[in-house]
T-cell receptor, first 113, second 115 residues
Framework: NAGVTQTPKFQVLKTGQSMTLQCAQD?????MSWYRQDPGMGLRLIHY???????DQGEVPNGYNVSRSTTEDFPLRLLSAAPSQTSVYFC????????????FGSGTRLTVV | AQTVTQSQPEMSVQEAETVTLSCTYD???????LFWYKQPPSRQMILVIR??????QNATENRFSVNFQKAAKSFSLKISDSQLGDAAMYFC????????????FGKGTKLTVNP
């Protein structure tokens, strides 16, 4: 009964470093998304996927890459970390996101120094 | 593009009292879905309530209910008999079925519950 699992929960990066935030779900959901949450900005969509092999950009995609090789996994890659990417990142999955909403992971707090 | 607006950055309520959080949205669609999510200090996003736009009846989940005004594009959340555990950020969200299936979120309202 894991739901959506995100790792790590906390991370500190130096400017210019790269890293991958992991996301896995065990509910056989087709739809998965990555959001970032910043104070006063709500949740903004970074990238999303409607199924294995299919991804698309959201509202704030610059500096991030995604891939969806399996239904279960949807990793988010930071190519060259910048202080502006300091944020809390959420992965979410859904059977039918627009109609039933998403199940969220517990988030990753990322600090870029 | 669809937008969701929460005009109250912060609200407070006394324990056992009732509070209403506001949400408005902009869309040209006629068939859509609306949600309220709760984010307590633990950071976990929890779905509180869901409304289908084609249903006139307002959704209710225990102490949580909505006032859905489709013509006015308004979707407020009413919390009755407020409890200390209701203290959290509350986010309003909009979704469409078919296509991208993504959700659009408002910026949130921070609710404080005073004992």
């Amino acid at each position: 009964n894991a739901g959506v699992t995100q790792t790590p929960k906390f991370q500190v990066l130096k400017t210019g470093q790269s890293m991958t935030l992991q996301c896995a779900q065990d509910m056989n959901h087709e739809y998965m998304s990555w959001y970032r949450q910043d104070p006063g900005m709500g949740l903004r969509l970074i990238h999303y996927s409607v199924g294995a092999g299919i991804t698309d950009q959201g509202e704030v995609p610059n500096g991030y890459n995604v891939s969806r090789s399996t239904t279960e996994d949807f990793p988010l890659r930071l190519l060259s970390a910048a202080p502006s990417q300091t944020s809390v990142y959420f992965c979410a999955s859904s059977y039918s996101g627009g109609a039933y909403g998403y199940t969220f992971g517990s988030g990753t707090r990322l600090t870029v120094v | 593009a669809q937008t969701v607006t929460q005009s109250q950055p912060e609200m407070s309520v006394q324990e056992a009292e009732t509070v209403t959080l506001s949400c408005t949205y902009d869309t040209s669609e006629s068939d859509y879905y609306l949600f309220w999510y709760k984010q307590p200090p633990s950071r976990q996003m929890i779905l509180v309530i869901r409304q289908e736009a084609y249903k006139q009846q307002n959704a209710t989940e225990n102490r949580f209910s909505v006032n859905f005004q489709k013509a006015a594009k308004s979707f407020s959340l009413k919390i009755s008999d407020s409890q200390l555990g209701d203290a959290a950020m509350y986010f309003c969200a909009y979704g469409l079925q078919g296509g991208s299936e993504k959700l659009v979120f408002g910026k949130g309202t921070k609710l404080t519950v005073n004992p």
